[in-house]
T-cell receptor, first 116, second 114 residues
């Protein structure tokens, strides 16, 4: 069974600064997908970014980027130029491939608070 | 607008009562999922369905039941056998084909026990 660990329960960052969230996972699989989801106070889960394990290039999505280290089983999220609207709970999630009907395994989450 | 809707937003359950949470999607997705979220925890999978008239248990299926009679709908029933049902429930869907595994979520239903 896969486990996903987010070791930082809460992080605070000032507007326009950069924050990095850590995520590690444990798996014996070679092919899988990794995701970061954001859950703002509205509690709507929103996809932030996705990474395929077979791709060496790190995924980026505007101000969001990841550092994927397959050998270390690490998948950190960097938020650049933080904005007040980035305040949310961030969840790292793992999905086995090619199980396309895939069950997502979530970490416990990191609460990010962006301050003016 | 394409999306996933869940109703009601809040639901109250009395002891010994079964309640049903609605989930509808118009994204033409084949796969649908139900997750439970407790305070301070990530989401845990209750049930999932790959196609109509087929569904599978997730990690915490005890005390829950589902049906998938239509592609667009995947209702979740919380039965009286679920002893601790107070939680936030999220429905998700995905295309479920290679390269289309990303799951998209509805706004959720908060269930409270009276």
């Amino acid at each position: 069974a896969q486990t996903v660990t987010q070791s930082q329960p809460e992080m605070s960052v000032q507007e326009a600064e950069t924050v990095t969230l850590s995520c590690t996972y444990d798996t014996s699989e070679n092919n899988y997908y990794l995701f970061w989801y954001k859950q703002p106070p509205s509690r709507q889960m929103i996809l932030v970014i996705r990474q395929e394990a077979y791709k060496q290039q790190n995924a980026t999505e505007n101000r969001f980027s990841v550092n994927f280290q397959k050998a270390a089983k690490s998948f950190s999220l960097k938020i650049s130029d933080s904005q007040l609207g980035d305040t949310a709970m961030y969840f790292c999630a793992f999905m086995k491939a090619p199980d396309s009907w895939g069950k997502l395994q979530f970490g416990a989450g990191t609460q990010v608070v962006v301050t003016p | 607008d394409g999306g996933i809707t869940q109703s009601p937003k809040y639901l109250f359950r009395k002891e010994g009562q079964n309640v049903t949470l609605s989930c509808e999607q118009n994204l033409n997705h084949d796969a649908m999922y139900w997750y439970r979220q407790d305070p301070g925890q990530g989401l845990r999978l209750i049930y999932y369905s790959q196609i109509v008239n087929d569904f599978q248990k997730g990690d915490i299926a005890e005390g829950y039941s589902v049906s998938r009679e239509k592609k667009e709908s995947f209702p979740l029933t919380v039965t009286s056998a679920q002893k601790n049902p107070t939680a936030f429930y999220l429905c998700a869907s995905s295309k479920g084909t290679p390269g289309q595994e990303t799951q998209y979520f509805g706004p959720g239903t908060r269930l409270l026990v009276l």
